[in-house]
């Protein structure tokens, strides 16, 4: 990218960078408050996987973390616990853990961290203590992250709506002038019409 590339993107995202990294910082201390001996380094993963440009998407983001957690330490110690440290383990956590995340999800896309986390217990010594360690600490991250996200640099809600209102009527205009030019010869047009209709039903949607 060129220079004025890198400058307008380093605009846009400098106030992101510096959210995730005070949630981190938030995150670590609250840590080391509860136990001076650990290095909560997945209290600090939380934000960075959760924090987002729209600050009340991290609850969503956040709560859909948290259930992967908690469902992917259950299934990489019982794995472990069944099968050992082998490839038919690593297969069977894939398995199912991303099919548990399609259902364990809020938003429209999968929910990978039941996987992620069931397979990062194959890196412990000690299963059973990595899960433990693995909850509290990422639990703690979430929490910060979800009550500080809305706080540090919150975007101007207003001016996105405001934008995303002149988007949709724009559509809707000239979807209303498309269809005034071609019902004068539906037949002749019909499938036009049948594509403008979808178009239509689209904008509807987005601005539902």
Known sequence: ?????????????????????????????????????????????APLVAMRDQPFSALNVSFDRLIGVVVGVVLGVVVVHVFGSTLLSV????????????????????????????????????????????????????????????FLFPPDAAKQYRLELHRVCVGLSEHVAQAASLVEEAPRNRQELVELHEKARRTETSAQ
């Not at 060129?2 to 609250?30: G, H, N, Y």
């Not at 809020?106 to 203590?129: E, H, K, R, Y």
């Open 91 to 150: 297969v069977v956590v894939l398995v199912i853990g991303l099919f548990s995340g399609v259902v364990l999800r809020i938003g429209p896309v999968l929910n990978i961290q039941v996987a992620l986390t069931g397979l990062l217990v194959f890196t412990s010594i000690d299963p059973d203590t990595y899960g433990v360690t693995r909850l509290w600490e990422t639990l703690i991250g979430a929490a910060v992250t979800v009550v500080l996200s809305p």
């Open 1 to 45: 990218p060129d220079r004025a590339t890198l400058r307008k993107r380093f605009l846009v995202e400098w106030p992101q960078i510096v959210r995730i990294v005070i949630a981190a910082v938030v995150s670590w201390e609250v840590c080391q408050l509860i136990d001076t001996s650990a290095v909560p380094i997945f209290a600090v993963v």
